[in-house]
Protein backbone atom coordinates (compact mmCIF):
# COMPACT_ATOMS: atom_id res chain seq x y z
CA UNK A 1 0.00 0.00 0.00
CA UNK A 2 1.44 3.37 -1.48
CA UNK A 3 1.81 6.06 1.44
CA UNK A 4 1.70 9.64 2.02
CA UNK A 5 4.18 11.23 4.78
CA UNK A 6 2.82 13.57 7.46
CA UNK A 7 5.85 15.11 8.96
CA UNK A 8 5.05 18.54 10.31
CA UNK A 9 4.66 18.26 13.98
CA UNK A 10 6.30 21.33 14.51
CA UNK A 11 8.46 21.89 17.83
CA UNK A 12 6.69 25.47 18.24
CA UNK A 13 3.33 25.07 19.39
CA UNK A 14 1.87 27.89 16.83
CA UNK A 15 3.36 25.38 13.85
CA UNK A 16 2.20 22.29 15.02
CA UNK A 17 -0.44 20.69 13.11
CA UNK A 18 -3.44 20.14 14.71
CA UNK A 19 -5.22 17.26 14.83
CA UNK A 20 -8.51 17.86 13.39
CA UNK A 21 -6.09 18.82 10.22
CA UNK A 22 -4.22 15.20 10.46
CA UNK A 23 -7.65 13.89 10.31
CA UNK A 24 -8.89 16.65 7.60
CA UNK A 25 -5.87 15.21 5.04
CA UNK A 26 -6.03 11.84 6.32
CA UNK A 27 -9.78 11.49 4.96
CA UNK A 28 -8.56 12.80 1.49
CA UNK A 29 -5.64 10.74 1.03
CA UNK A 30 -7.38 7.44 1.90
CA UNK A 31 -11.32 7.99 0.96
CA UNK A 32 -10.61 7.94 -2.80
CA UNK A 33 -9.69 4.31 -2.69
CA UNK A 34 -6.53 4.17 -4.59
CA UNK A 35 -4.95 2.53 -2.30
CA UNK A 36 -2.87 5.68 -0.57
CA UNK A 37 -2.69 5.86 2.76
CA UNK A 38 -1.66 8.69 5.32
CA UNK A 39 1.25 7.88 7.51
CA UNK A 40 1.54 10.52 10.67
CA UNK A 41 4.99 11.40 11.70
CA UNK A 42 4.41 12.30 15.49
CA UNK A 43 8.18 13.24 16.85
CA UNK A 44 8.93 16.60 16.48
CA UNK A 45 10.02 18.71 13.40
CA UNK A 46 11.77 22.01 13.23
CA UNK A 47 10.24 23.95 10.08
CA UNK A 48 12.52 27.11 11.68
CA UNK A 49 14.05 29.13 9.07
CA UNK A 50 14.15 27.14 6.16
CA UNK A 51 13.05 23.92 8.20
CA UNK A 52 16.08 21.87 7.34
CA UNK A 53 16.70 19.71 10.77
CA UNK A 54 17.95 15.87 10.16
CA UNK A 55 15.46 13.27 10.14
CA UNK A 56 14.18 11.58 13.17
CA UNK A 57 14.60 7.95 12.72
CA UNK A 58 10.73 7.71 12.79
CA UNK A 59 10.79 9.64 9.57
CA UNK A 60 13.17 7.60 7.55
CA UNK A 61 11.62 4.43 8.45
CA UNK A 62 8.07 5.92 7.46
CA UNK A 63 9.30 7.34 4.28
CA UNK A 64 10.55 4.06 3.19
CA UNK A 65 8.19 2.90 0.28
CA UNK A 66 6.70 6.33 0.61
CA UNK A 67 5.16 8.35 -2.74
CA UNK A 68 4.26 11.68 -1.09
CA UNK A 69 6.52 13.35 1.66
CA UNK A 70 4.90 16.41 3.43
CA UNK A 71 7.40 18.23 5.82
CA UNK A 72 8.95 20.96 6.95
CA UNK A 73 12.18 21.32 4.53
CA UNK A 74 13.48 18.57 2.64
CA UNK A 75 16.68 16.58 4.44
CA UNK A 76 18.82 14.42 1.64
CA UNK A 77 17.79 11.82 4.29
CA UNK A 78 14.43 11.68 3.51
CA UNK A 79 15.34 11.82 -0.07
CA UNK A 80 17.74 9.09 0.10
CA UNK A 81 15.16 6.73 2.71
CA UNK A 82 12.69 7.34 -0.28
CA UNK A 83 14.46 6.28 -3.33
CA UNK A 84 13.21 5.29 -5.68
CA UNK A 85 9.15 5.47 -4.73
CA UNK A 86 9.40 8.95 -3.31
CA UNK A 87 7.24 11.21 -6.77
CA UNK A 88 6.89 14.45 -4.70
CA UNK A 89 8.24 16.33 -2.21
CA UNK A 90 6.33 19.62 -0.23
CA UNK A 91 7.66 21.65 2.18
CA UNK A 92 5.34 23.67 5.00
CA UNK A 93 7.90 26.77 4.30
CA UNK A 94 8.08 29.12 2.29
CA UNK A 95 11.91 29.47 2.08
CA UNK A 96 13.59 26.47 0.17
CA UNK A 97 17.24 27.66 0.14
CA UNK A 98 18.32 24.72 2.79
CA UNK A 99 16.40 22.55 1.13
CA UNK A 100 17.32 22.81 -2.69
CA UNK A 101 20.80 20.44 -2.28
CA UNK A 102 22.28 18.46 -5.14
CA UNK A 103 20.55 15.29 -3.85
CA UNK A 104 17.28 17.16 -4.28
CA UNK A 105 18.29 18.91 -7.69
CA UNK A 106 19.00 15.54 -9.23
CA UNK A 107 16.54 13.51 -7.97
CA UNK A 108 13.90 14.11 -10.49
CA UNK A 109 11.67 14.32 -7.74
CA UNK A 110 8.75 16.80 -7.58
CA UNK A 111 9.26 19.40 -4.91
CA UNK A 112 6.56 22.25 -3.80
CA UNK A 113 6.78 25.00 -1.63
CA UNK A 114 4.26 27.14 0.82
CA UNK A 115 5.03 30.03 -0.91
CA UNK A 116 2.06 32.91 -0.50
CA UNK A 117 0.50 30.85 2.67
CA UNK A 118 1.96 33.63 4.76
CA UNK A 119 1.20 36.02 2.80
CA UNK A 120 -1.76 37.73 4.56
CA UNK A 121 -0.42 37.90 7.81
CA UNK A 122 3.45 39.10 6.69
CA UNK A 123 0.87 41.90 5.00
CA UNK A 124 -0.14 42.81 7.91
CA UNK A 125 2.89 43.15 9.87
CA UNK A 126 4.35 45.06 7.26
CA UNK A 127 1.57 47.50 7.40
CA UNK A 128 1.93 47.93 10.55
CA UNK A 129 5.89 48.34 10.83
CA UNK A 130 5.07 51.06 7.94
CA UNK A 131 2.67 52.95 10.26
CA UNK A 132 5.07 52.63 13.06
CA UNK A 133 6.84 54.92 11.28
CA UNK A 134 4.98 57.36 9.21
CA UNK A 135 2.45 57.79 12.47
CA UNK A 136 5.63 58.17 14.70
CA UNK A 137 4.96 55.15 16.99
CA UNK A 138 8.99 55.12 17.42
CA UNK A 139 8.65 58.59 18.97
CA UNK A 140 5.38 57.71 21.41
CA UNK A 141 7.65 54.51 22.40
CA UNK A 142 10.56 56.14 22.95
CA UNK A 143 9.37 59.51 25.17
CA UNK A 144 6.69 57.04 27.30
CA UNK A 145 5.07 57.51 29.62
CA UNK A 146 6.23 61.43 29.61
CA UNK A 147 3.84 64.19 27.79
CA UNK A 148 6.46 64.83 24.41
CA UNK A 149 5.01 65.67 21.46
CA UNK A 150 8.01 67.90 20.59
CA UNK A 151 8.85 65.72 17.48
CA UNK A 152 5.19 65.50 15.96
CA UNK A 153 5.23 69.52 16.02
CA UNK A 154 8.41 70.19 14.74
CA UNK A 155 8.41 71.73 11.35
CA UNK A 156 10.41 68.57 9.85
CA UNK A 157 8.38 66.26 11.38
CA UNK A 158 8.94 62.90 9.43
CA UNK A 159 5.26 62.05 10.38
CA UNK A 160 3.07 61.51 7.51
CA UNK A 161 0.64 59.80 6.10
CA UNK A 162 0.50 56.28 4.28
CA UNK A 163 -2.10 57.74 1.41
CA UNK A 164 1.10 60.44 0.71
CA UNK A 165 3.67 57.74 0.56
CA UNK A 166 5.27 55.79 -2.47
CA UNK A 167 6.20 52.20 -1.09
CA UNK A 168 8.44 50.14 -3.31
CA UNK A 169 8.01 46.60 -2.94
CA UNK A 170 11.01 44.66 -4.09
CA UNK A 171 10.09 40.86 -4.65
CA UNK A 172 6.43 41.22 -5.79
CA UNK A 173 5.43 37.97 -5.69
CA UNK A 174 2.89 36.41 -3.64
CA UNK A 175 3.79 38.21 -0.14
CA UNK A 176 4.36 41.85 -2.00
CA UNK A 177 0.80 41.90 -3.60
CA UNK A 178 -0.77 41.12 -0.48
CA UNK A 179 1.26 44.27 1.11
CA UNK A 180 0.17 45.64 -1.94
CA UNK A 181 -3.67 45.01 -1.22
CA UNK A 182 -3.04 46.04 2.52
CA UNK A 183 -2.09 49.48 1.24
CA UNK A 184 -4.40 50.27 -1.76
CA UNK A 185 -6.74 51.00 0.83
CA UNK A 186 -4.85 53.69 2.49
CA UNK A 187 -4.16 55.38 -1.48
CA UNK A 188 -0.87 54.32 -1.29
CA UNK A 189 1.30 54.83 -4.50
CA UNK A 190 2.96 51.08 -4.78
CA UNK A 191 6.03 50.04 -7.12
CA UNK A 192 6.16 46.64 -7.49
CA UNK A 193 9.71 44.68 -8.69
CA UNK A 194 9.74 41.75 -10.24
CA UNK A 195 12.38 39.21 -11.42
CA UNK A 196 10.23 38.34 -15.10
CA UNK A 197 10.68 41.34 -17.94
CA UNK A 198 7.55 43.66 -17.89
CA UNK A 199 6.85 45.39 -21.36
CA UNK A 200 6.12 48.79 -21.04
CA UNK A 201 2.75 50.33 -20.70
CA UNK A 202 1.09 53.20 -22.82
CA UNK A 203 3.18 56.16 -23.04
CA UNK A 204 6.28 53.90 -22.28
CA UNK A 205 5.58 53.89 -18.61
CA UNK A 206 5.67 51.33 -15.89
CA UNK A 207 2.69 48.81 -16.66
CA UNK A 208 0.17 48.56 -13.73
CA UNK A 209 -1.60 45.33 -12.59
CA UNK A 210 -5.02 44.84 -11.14
CA UNK A 211 -3.81 46.29 -8.12
CA UNK A 212 -2.87 49.83 -9.66
CA UNK A 213 0.44 48.72 -8.43
CA UNK A 214 3.31 49.91 -11.11
CA UNK A 215 5.35 47.28 -12.25
CA UNK A 216 9.20 47.21 -12.85
CA UNK A 217 11.82 45.01 -13.81
CA UNK A 218 15.51 44.95 -13.98
CA UNK A 219 18.52 46.66 -12.18
CA UNK A 220 16.69 50.11 -14.06
CA UNK A 221 13.45 49.05 -12.00
CA UNK A 222 15.52 48.46 -8.57
CA UNK A 223 17.07 51.95 -9.57
CA UNK A 224 13.64 53.27 -9.99
CA UNK A 225 12.06 52.39 -7.49
CA UNK A 226 14.73 53.13 -4.88
CA UNK A 227 14.97 56.67 -6.16
CA UNK A 228 11.35 56.68 -5.73
CA UNK A 229 10.41 55.42 -3.16
CA UNK A 230 9.56 56.91 0.72
CA UNK A 231 9.61 53.30 1.87
CA UNK A 232 11.04 49.78 0.58
CA UNK A 233 10.21 46.63 1.78
CA UNK A 234 11.70 43.34 0.64
CA UNK A 235 10.05 40.13 -0.01
CA UNK A 236 12.59 38.48 -1.86
CA UNK A 237 13.71 34.81 -1.74
CA UNK A 238 17.13 33.88 -0.73
CA UNK A 239 18.80 33.24 -3.68
CA UNK A 240 22.56 33.61 -4.98
CA UNK A 241 21.16 36.65 -6.85
CA UNK A 242 19.42 38.24 -3.84
CA UNK A 243 22.09 37.86 -1.39
CA UNK A 244 24.31 41.18 -0.56
CA UNK A 245 21.12 43.01 -2.83
CA UNK A 246 20.67 46.13 -0.54
CA UNK A 247 24.87 47.04 -0.09
CA UNK A 248 25.87 50.26 0.65
CA UNK A 249 25.77 51.51 -2.63
CA UNK A 250 21.82 50.47 -2.91
CA UNK A 251 21.09 51.76 0.62
CA UNK A 252 22.41 54.87 -0.94
CA UNK A 253 20.46 55.41 -3.75
CA UNK A 254 17.33 55.56 -1.42
CA UNK A 255 15.76 58.70 -0.84
CA UNK A 256 16.77 60.41 2.33
CA UNK A 257 14.37 59.71 5.06
CA UNK A 258 13.07 56.28 3.76
CA UNK A 259 12.12 53.54 5.72
CA UNK A 260 13.66 49.87 4.87
CA UNK A 261 11.23 47.11 5.85
CA UNK A 262 13.10 43.45 5.91
CA UNK A 263 10.67 40.48 6.06
CA UNK A 264 12.53 38.07 3.34
CA UNK A 265 15.96 36.80 4.26
CA UNK A 266 18.58 38.94 6.37
CA UNK A 267 21.19 37.73 3.71
CA UNK A 268 19.25 40.23 1.25
CA UNK A 269 20.82 43.41 3.60
CA UNK A 270 24.69 43.99 4.20
CA UNK A 271 23.83 44.77 8.11
CA UNK A 272 27.00 46.84 8.45
CA UNK A 273 25.80 49.53 5.86
CA UNK A 274 22.47 49.62 6.81
CA UNK A 275 23.68 50.09 10.66
CA UNK A 276 25.78 53.03 9.07
CA UNK A 277 22.58 53.96 7.43
CA UNK A 278 20.98 54.57 10.42
CA UNK A 279 23.55 55.98 12.50
CA UNK A 280 23.68 58.79 10.15
CA UNK A 281 20.44 59.77 10.06
CA UNK A 282 20.16 59.27 6.38
CA UNK A 283 17.02 56.75 6.82
CA UNK A 284 14.01 57.45 9.24
CA UNK A 285 14.41 53.95 10.36
CA UNK A 286 14.05 50.14 9.97
CA UNK A 287 11.83 47.78 10.56
CA UNK A 288 13.89 44.17 10.38
CA UNK A 289 12.39 40.52 11.25
CA UNK A 290 14.97 38.63 9.50
CA UNK A 291 18.87 38.51 10.33
CA UNK A 292 22.17 37.00 9.13
CA UNK A 293 22.04 35.93 12.73
CA UNK A 294 19.78 34.10 14.63
CA UNK A 295 18.62 34.61 17.25
CA UNK A 296 19.98 37.98 16.67
CA UNK A 297 23.04 38.23 19.44
CA UNK A 298 22.46 40.48 22.48
CA UNK A 299 25.72 42.69 21.46
CA UNK A 300 24.54 43.29 17.90
CA UNK A 301 24.35 46.86 16.40
CA UNK A 302 20.99 46.97 15.70
CA UNK A 303 19.98 46.22 19.17
CA UNK A 304 21.37 49.94 19.48
CA UNK A 305 20.89 51.43 16.30
CA UNK A 306 18.21 54.15 16.26
CA UNK A 307 15.04 54.09 14.97
CA UNK A 308 14.91 50.19 14.78
CA UNK A 309 12.17 48.33 15.01
CA UNK A 310 13.06 44.74 15.69
CA UNK A 311 10.59 41.40 15.21
CA UNK A 312 12.53 37.89 16.15
CA UNK A 313 11.45 36.21 12.88
CA UNK A 314 7.04 35.96 13.46
CA UNK A 315 5.85 38.01 10.94
CA UNK A 316 4.08 35.82 9.61
CA UNK A 317 2.87 33.92 12.67
CA UNK A 318 -1.27 33.32 12.63
CA UNK A 319 -3.30 30.90 13.66
CA UNK A 320 -4.82 31.12 10.24
CA UNK A 321 -1.82 29.76 8.23
CA UNK A 322 -3.44 25.75 8.91
CA UNK A 323 -6.50 26.65 7.10
CA UNK A 324 -4.51 27.91 3.87
CA UNK A 325 -1.95 25.01 4.07
CA UNK A 326 -4.48 22.45 4.43
CA UNK A 327 -5.89 23.62 1.32
CA UNK A 328 -2.88 23.88 -0.35
CA UNK A 329 -2.07 20.25 0.32
CA UNK A 330 -5.44 18.90 -0.55
CA UNK A 331 -5.60 21.03 -3.94
CA UNK A 332 -2.14 19.63 -4.62
CA UNK A 333 -2.89 15.71 -3.98
CA UNK A 334 -6.08 16.07 -6.07
CA UNK A 335 -3.79 17.16 -8.78
CA UNK A 336 -0.92 14.71 -8.04
CA UNK A 337 -4.02 12.11 -7.90
CA UNK A 338 -4.87 13.31 -11.58
CA UNK A 339 -1.16 13.82 -13.14
CA UNK A 340 -1.82 17.68 -13.44
CA UNK A 341 0.71 20.03 -12.35
CA UNK A 342 1.07 21.01 -8.85
CA UNK A 343 0.52 24.26 -7.49
CA UNK A 344 3.65 25.92 -6.04
CA UNK A 345 6.15 23.74 -8.03
CA UNK A 346 9.85 25.20 -7.26
CA UNK A 347 12.08 26.12 -9.79
CA UNK A 348 15.40 24.70 -8.65
CA UNK A 349 17.34 27.28 -11.34
CA UNK A 350 16.07 30.11 -9.81
CA UNK A 351 15.98 29.23 -6.23
CA UNK A 352 12.36 29.06 -5.29
Not at 104 to 118: K, P, Y
Given at each position: ???????????????????????????????????????????????????????????????????????????????????????????????????????????????????????????????????????????????????????????????????MATVGIVGYGGIGRHVARCLRGFGTRVLGLRRRPVEPGPGGGAPTDELGTELLSGPWGLDRLLAESDAVVLSVPDTPA???????????????????????????????????????????????????????????????????????????????????????????????????????????????
Amino acid sequence: MARVVLDMNDRRPVWAIPDETVEEIRRAVEGAGDGLRLVRVRSAADGSGDGVGGPSPEVLEAVEGARVYLGLGVHPGVLEAGAPTLQWVHTGTAGVSGSLTPQLRDSGVVFTNSAGIHGPPMAETVTGMLLHFFRGLDFALETAPRWAPDDFYRADTPVGELGMATVGIVGYGGIGRHVARCLRGFGTRVLGLRRRPVEPGPGGGAPTDELGTELLSGPWGLDRLLAESDAVVLSVPDTPATRGLMDARRLAQMRPGAVLVNVARGSVVEEEALVEALESGRLRGAALDVFNEEPLPEDHPFRMAPRTLITPHVSGVSRGFWRRQTDLVLENLARFRDGRPLRNQVDPGAGY
